[in-house]
Structure formats: structure tokens, C-alpha cells
């Protein structure tokens, strides 16, 4: 059974730190890249970040130099470091793996929610 199950979300206040983790069951992270997306009501997903096998992860511009992704091979799990956060990063956020890029995923978590507020 291919799973990835996120967690992590929560409430946070503006400004605050936050880390999502994202367990991959059933096929191995390493081989696959890895990307983050966020979705709010009403918008557009967002694809927040590529962890890619081939090139330096990619940020969207606007989590750049705020958001960090990282992958720990050992524990199958990659993880999203969110800092100095704003309002506008509350969303649902889902990990994703695309075996050949991220710009074609062949599995998706469920999502965890993020909401920051004061």
C-alpha cells in the first residue's frame, strides 16, 4: 500500500515556526522527487517547493528563504521547515511524489492544515 501521510499542522501565531512531516510507506522518497504544495480556500494549489533527484530544491517565491525542505532517507520521510510565518501561509499542505519530476506526481498525501493566526 503507497501512502504519505503528513503531520505536523496546526495553529501558529504570525511569525512562529513550524514543521510538517511527511511518512512515505510503500515505495521508497529517495528515488522520487519530492515536492510540497499548500492549497487555501478559494485559490489556487501552490507548489511550494521540488525536491529534486537531479537539480538543488526549488522554493516558490513566496516561502523563499522562509521555508526549508529536507529528506531523511533512513526514517522514508521528508519534512518542511516553515519559518517566520505569515497569515497568508495558512493552507492545507500536501507532500508529493513524482517519480520522473514534480510536475508529475504519482502520489499524494492527504494534507495537514496550517493556520496562522494571532
Known amino acids: 500500500q503507497v501512502q504519505l501521510v503528513e503531520s505536523g499542522g496546526g495553529l501558529v501565531q504570525p511569525g512562529g515556526s513550524l514543521r510538517l512531516s511527511c511518512a512515505a510507506s510503500?515505495?521508497?522518497?529517495?528515488?522520487?522527487?519530492i515536492a510540497w504544495f499548500r492549497q487555501a480556500p478559494g485559490k489556487e494549489r501552490e507548489r511550494v517547493l521540488c525536491?529534486?533527484?537531479?537539480?538543488?530544491?526549488s522554493y516558490a517565491d513566496s516561502v523563499k528563504g522562509r521555508f526549508t525542505g529536507s529528506t531523511d532517507n533512513a526514517k522514508n520521510t521528508v519534512y518542511l521547515q516553515m519559518n517566520s510565518l505569515k497569515p497568508e501561509d495558512t493552507a492545507r499542505y500536501y507532500c508529493?511524489?513524482?517519480?520522473?519530476?514534480?510536475?508529475?506526481?504519482?502520489?499524494w498525501g492527504k494534507g495537514t492544515l496550517v493556520n496562522v493566526s494571532s
Open positions: 508529493a511524489a513524482g517519480y520522473w519530476s514534480c510536475d508529475d506526481i504519482n502520489y
Open positions: 510503500g515505495f521508497t522518497l529517495e528515488l522520487y522527487n
Open positions: 525536491i529534486s533527484k537531479s537539480a538543488p530544491t
